[in-house]
């Protein structure tokens, strides 16, 4: 059973981690004294401490220095008014693990507890990430543990060694030439060329020659025999991305390879047989097109034998923090920092955010970040998004405070009776409903109705 030592000078808080931690199985010794606590602390080892971040006597920066010097391996979490920058970044630079606002639920809480344990348990948060990283549920350098993913993994599974054509369709960044790796790195071809080419990106009139190469002669410029891509890939695997905007020649040239194996050099007239598996991708509706007239019918079916639709990250959110993790443990290496961990806000920001460029964009969002970061966590103001609505503000921004101050605790207290009093009207006075509602547990709701009934009496 894990052992917590909680510090907070409030007896009401005190007494309510108290009850829920130890109802969610953990062992927990609670000082309202930060001395008494480092007393505990050096006669008891415990696996974690939550302590408050404003105390009287000793503050949390302080407690957290000490305590880090008698027990090093112990994480800590912090709990603080206002999950500030500032706050955050001096309580990482001295060792805590996280840091989580008063105002918490006890689920998020419970979450970052079991993070933090998890991080205990390896000795180093650098260990753990190596170890979330390693456990994910993966495929080749594909990295999601999303029952989306897991059934991608189950097709390339079954067709990867078949000599089927494979069309991959899905959206801009959301990872179609990994997944085209996976299934030649799996099949029977994995030791012959696996070549790539865009077919959006390249002129016409070059397009054909790299794909099929040309004869001596056939233009200006063409000094000597080349071949294409499609002879260096023989035996291998060939991936066209964006094949939609493939020229209506060049769909007829692809379309001879496909039923007969066989296509000429530009200027040849021989034709050149090869054994090469095609994979395609596109991220444009290519049913549509053929509808249209832009895209031959017989060409697509022929492209179209097993389809693989990769859905936007935005519908797969369980896989963000497993990337993310992935990608904080690559850049971290890259730049030679030593950037362990992202906090609870910045990663929820990410989550909700919709990744309109999907993985890749992910994967620019967390290097900007490590480039950036002069701390050892990814802060919520230093993620750069393009969706301005979800960027991290600050909390208090556009509040207004009076030149004669305003009484705090009694203002806080006004807006929860209020919330407290609405929630309990639309439920018609079920509290299992309105701390539903509200998004707490029904202890901690009747914690705070007794607590705003002791202050009103």
């Not at 020649?249 to 194996?261: M, S």
């Not at 007239?293 to 369980?318: C, Q, S, T």
């Amino acid at each position: 059973m894990p052992k917590i030592l909680v510090l907070d000078d409030d007896q009401n808080i005190r007494d309510m981690l108290v009850i829920m931690l130890t109802r969610e199985g953990y062992d927990v010794q609670a000082y309202g004294d930060p001395y008494k606590a480092m007393q505990g602390l050096r006669k008891e080892t415990f696996d974690l401490i939550i302590t408050d971040l404003k105390m009287p006597r000793m503050d949390g920066l302080e407690f957290l220095q000490r305590a880090k010097k008698i027990a090093p391996e112990t994480v800590v979490i912090l709990i603080t008014a206002y999950a500030s920058g500032e706050t955050a970044v001096a309580a990482m630079k001295e060792g805590a693990f996280d840091y989580i606002e008063k105002d918490f639920r006890i689920e998020d809480l419970t979450k970052i507890i079991e993070r933090a344990l998890d991080a205990r348990r390896e000795c180093s948060e650098d260990a753990l990430f190596r170890q979330e990283v390693t456990n994910a549920v993966s495929f080749g350098a594909m990295i999601g543990s999303s029952p989306e993913m897991v059934k991608i993994y189950a097709v390339i599974n079954k067709i990867a060694d078949t000599p089927v054509n494979v069309l991959i369709l899905g959206e801009s960044g959301t990872g179609k030439e990994l997944v085209a790796l996976a299934i030649h790195e799996n099949s029977s071809r994995k030791d012959m060329p696996f070549m790539v080419i865009n077919c959006g990106g390249i002129p016409e009139s070059l397009l054909e020659s790299e794909l099929f190469g040309y004869m001596k002669g056939a233009f200006t410029g063409a000094h000597a025999d080349k071949p294409g891509l499609f002879e260096v890939a023989r035996g291998g695997t060939i991936f066209l991305d964006e094949i939609a905007d493939l020229p209506p020649l060049l769909q007829v040239k692809l379309l001879r390879v496909t039923q007969e194996k066989a296509f000429r050099r530009v200027g040849g007239t021989e034709d050149i047989r090869v054994d090469v598996r095609i994979i395609s991708a596109t991220n444009k509706d290519l049913h549509q097109r053929v509808h249209e007239g832009r895209f031959r019918e017989d060409l697509y079916y022929r492209l179209n034998v097993i389809p693989i639709h990769i859905p936007p990250l935005r519908e797969r959110k369980d896989d963000i923090p497993i990337l993310t993790r992935h990608f904080i443990e690559k850049y971290s290496r890259q730049f030679g920092k030593k950037i362990q961990n992202i906090s609870t806000y910045a990663l929820e920001l990410l989550v909700d955010y919709p990744f309109p460029g999907n993985i890749r964009e992910l994967e620019n969002i967390i290097e900007r970040s490590i480039a950036l970061e002069a701390s050892s966590i990814i802060l919520p103001e230093n993620l750069v998004l393009s969706n301005g609505a979800t960027r991290f503000e600050a909390p208090g921004a556009g509040i207004d405070i009076p030149p004669e101050g305003i009484h705090l605790n009694r203002e806080l207290a006004r807006v929860e009776k209020a919330y407290i009093d609405a929630a309990l009207e639309k439920t018609s006075g079920s509290r299992k409903m309105a701390a539903d509602l509200l998004n707490i547990t029904l202890d901690s709701l009747h914690y705070r109705i007794d607590k705003l009934s002791n202050k009103a009496s």
